[in-house]
């Protein structure tokens, strides 16, 4: 197994007959999806901003059916927070699973899913913590390079809690939402954005050439144009303002280019 521990992710269980039904009204995916596999979803505040996204997993165990809940250990408290003031009455229990994340790419070990966002990230292992113990934390994986290449959002870095929206953030692309679901927190403004004629800004690959650290001010013409994220080489993720995207772009001392601005524009 050429895997990876991932020890910036907490696992939990959630157990209990309401369990599925009690996330389906939350989250901005379908959770009868999870009959089919993994599934990406979010929890949105009331205004329709990402607070945090994680992957679901329906399990079975000694102690009967469960949904595994993996999220990125920076934002799991605020997560069970936000689950325990919504759980009220609910038959759902919530603990920490005991597992640790394991991740890879090529041919996946038995027991392994597919990433649910995207076919890049290749797959995921669930294994008891102890059994994790001695997996190496890191096979040189270019986590970073493969998220860059393919513009897929890391939670706490381009996925900032309060102020990202989901669609800016490419959501229906990474098989983070369902509008067709019907009701859950945030619901009306992401529909109300998904219904615009089209989106004004949101995160892209864009090509760096020159110094430019993560969280540089992107300008165009003197203007603010947005924000450089993860950096890879000469490439980034960043979040643009299209309108303001189409000429030269510069971060700092570095020229940016966004290479789809045409399709944009």
């Known amino acids: ?3 990876e521990r991932d020890d910036d992710r907490q696992v939990f ?3 209990g007959a309401d ?10 995916n379908d959770v ?9 979803a979010a929890v949105l505040t009331p205004q329709g901003k990402y607070l945090v996204d994680f992957l679901l997993l329906r399990v079975e165990g000694p102690d009967g059916a469960a949904v595994l809940l993996d999220v990125a250990a920076p934002l799991a408290e605020a997560l069970m927070r936000r689950l325990a003031l919504y759980r009220l009455r609910a038959d759902v229990q919530i603990a920490p699973a005991g597992m640790a994340v394991v991740r890879g790419l090529g041919d996946p070990p038995e027991g392994a899913v597919a990433d649910p966002r995207h076919a890049a990230l290749g797959w995921r292992l669930y294994l ?6 001695d997996l190496p934390g890191s096979v040189g994986i270019d986590w970073d390079g493969i998220r860059v290449a393919n513009c897929i ?4 870095i381009e996925l900032i809690p309060e102020e990202t929206f989901i669609l800016e ?9 369902d509008h067709r679901k019907g009701c859950y927190v945030g619901q009306e403004v992401t529909a109300r954005m998904k219904h615009r004629t089209q989106l004004r800004k949101g995160l892209v690959t864009v090509e760096v050439e020159g110094p430019a650290a993560p969280g540089t001010e ?21 979040h643009l303002r299209f309108d303001r995207a189409t000429g030269p772009l510069q971060a700092g001392a570095a020229t940016v280019r966004w290479p789809d601005a045409e399709t944009v524009a």
């Open 128 to 133: 008891p913590e102890a059994e994790a113990a």
């Open 19 to 28: 369990r599925e039904s009690f996330l389906q009204g939350l989250v901005t």
């Open 218 to 238: 992107i300008t165009a013409a003197g203007k603010s144009a947005g924000r450089l994220f993860t950096r890879s080489g000469n490439r980034a993720i960043a």
């Open 153 to 156: 959002p890391e939670s706490g």
């Open 1 to 3: 197994m050429m895997g």
């Open 32 to 40: 009868r999806r999870l009959a089919e596999g993994p599934v990406h």
């Open 13 to 15: 269980r959630l157990t």
């Open 169 to 177: 953030a490419g959501f229906e692309r990474l098989h983070g939402v």
